[in-house]
C-alpha cells in the first residue's frame, strides 16, 4: 500500500505530513515506557523483519498480489508506540534508499501504514483478551482477528484521504469497492503471517511479547480449605536469559536475512493492491517519477548487478542491514533517555 508521488495533493501532503510527525513524536516519547534492556534490541529486529516479508509479495487474486504490512505485528510483540516507529522507519528506509513510497507522500504513508494499522490492530487485539481464556493460544489467535482487520483499515483510511485530497477526479465508492475488497484478502495473508511470528516467538520467549504481559497467572495452592498465592519459582539466571535474547535475536537476524536475500526472488510479481486498484480506476494519472529513482538500490536492485538474482538478494540484504542498525540506533536511543529519565516514567 506504499503510495507514490502524485497521488494527493499538497496540502492533503502536508496535513498528514504533520500527523505522522506529531503521532513520532508522541511515539518517542511514550515508547520508553514499552522499551527496557531486554525488548529495546528485539524492536531493531522487528522493524528489520518487517522489510524482510514486506519484499515476499503473495498471489490474492487474479493478477494481484499483497504484502504484510506490519503495523498488528510489530504492536504486539513491543508495543504500539514503538510499533508505530518501527513501521515507520520500514518506511523510511524504502522511501529513501530504495524509492519505494513517495517522499511527499511520506506522511500519508506513515499515517495509513504505521498509525491506522498499529492503533486498530492493538486495539481489536486488547479488546479480545478480555474477553478470551488467558493462555498464548488467545495471544495467538487474538494477533490472527487483529492482523486481519488491521489491512481493510488501512484500505479504508486511503479511501477517506484521497476523497479528500486525491489528485483524479474517480468515483470514490469504486475506489473504495475495489480497496477494501482486495485487502480484505491480503489482511488473510497478514494475519497469518502475524500470528505464526507471535504464535513462534512466544513458545520460546513470552516474556518478550509485549502483548502477553501479564497473561501468566500465579499458581494456586489450597491450604486448609482456602486458595493461597503459591511461592514464586526462581528466576533463569541473568547470562542465561541474555544467551537465550541473543539466540532468538541472531535466529530472528539470519531469518530476516534469508527471507529477503532468497525468498524475495520467487515472490510474485503481480502488481500490489493498492497498484492494481490504481491502475484499474485510473487514479494513478498524475503519479510523479521518485525523487529517488536514482538511488543505486532504487526498486530493489543493485545497480550494475546484471543478474536479477544476484541483484534482488544483494539489496535485499543491504535492506534488512540498513533497517536493523537505523532501528537499533533509534530504540537504543529511546531506551538510554528512560534510563536517564527516570522520573518521567510511571
Not at 121 to 139: I, M
Not at 223 to 252: H, I, M, Y
Request: proline fraction near 4%; hydrophobic fraction near 50%.
Amino acid at each position: 500500500m506504499h503510495v507514490p508521488d502524485g497521488f494527493f495533493d499538497a496540502p492533503t501532503s502536508a496535513v498528514t505530513g504533520a500527523v505522522a510527525v506529531g503521532a513520532l513524536a508522541v511515539s518517542l516519547r511514550y515508547a520508553r515506557r514499552e522499551l527496557d534492556e531486554r525488548t529495546a534490541p528485539l524492536a531493531g529486529l522487528v522493524a528489520a523483519f518487517i522489510f524482510a516479508v514486506q519484499m515476499l509479495n503473495f498471489p490474492v487474486a487474479a493478477g494481484t498480489s499483497g504484502h504484510l504490512l506490519g503495523g498488528a505485528l510489530a504492536a504486539i510483540l513491543v508495543g504500539p508506540f514503538t510499533g508505530v516507529l518501527c513501521v515507520s522507519v520500514v518506511l523510511l528506509m524504502q522511501g529513501i534508499l530504495f524509492a519505494d513510497g513517495g517522499l511527499t507522500a511520506l506522511g500519508v504513508n506513515i499515517t495509513d501504514m504505521a498509525i491506522v494499522t498499529t492503533v486498530v490492530a492493538y486495539a481489536v487485539f486488547r479488546g479480545l483478551l478480555k474477553v478470551l481464556p488467558r493462555s498464548r493460544r488467545s495471544v495467538t489467535a487474538a494477533s490472527f482477528v487483529a492482523a486481519l482487520l488491521s489491512v481493510p483499515a488501512a484500505s479504508v483510511a486511503f479511501t477517506l484521504l484521497y476523497a479528500v485530497g486525491g489528485t483524479t477526479d474517480v468515483s470514490i465508492g469504486k475506489v473504495a469497492t475495489a480497496m477494501i475488497g482486495v485487502h480484505v484478502l491480503i489482511g488473510v495473508g497478514e494475519a497469518a503471517i502475524t500470528a505464526l511470528t507471535v504464535g513462534a516467538v512466544i513458545a520460546v520467549r513470552p516474556d518478550l511479547v509485549y502483548g502477553a504481559r501479564g497473561m501468566r497467572q500465579g499458581l494456586k495452592l489450597r491450604v486448609n480449605g482456602a486458595l493461597v498465592d503459591a511461592p514464586s519459582a526462581p528466576s533463569a539466571p541473568v547470562a542465561g536469559a541474555r544467551a537465550s535474547r541473543r539466540a532468538l535475536w541472531a535466529t530472528g537476524l539470519v531469518t530476516s536475512l534469508v527471507l529477503a536475500g532468497f525468498v524475495s526472488f520467487y515472490a510474485s510479481s503481480d502488481p500490489d493492491g493498492l497498484e492494481k486498484v490504481a491502475r484499474d480506476q485510473g487514479i494513478d494519472a498524475r503519479t510523479e517519477e521518485h525523487a529517488a529513482a536514482g538511488s543505486p538500490l532504487a526498486d530493489y536492485g543493485v545497480e550494475d548487478v546484471s543478474d536479477p538474482r544476484l541483484s534482488g538478494g544483494l539489496a535485499g540484504v543491504i535492506g534488512v542491514g540498513a533497517t536493523v542498525v537505523a532501528g537499533s540506533a533509534v530504540f537504543r536511543a529511546v531506551r538510554k533517555r528512560r534510563t536517564t529519565a527516570p522520573s518521567q516514567v510511571r
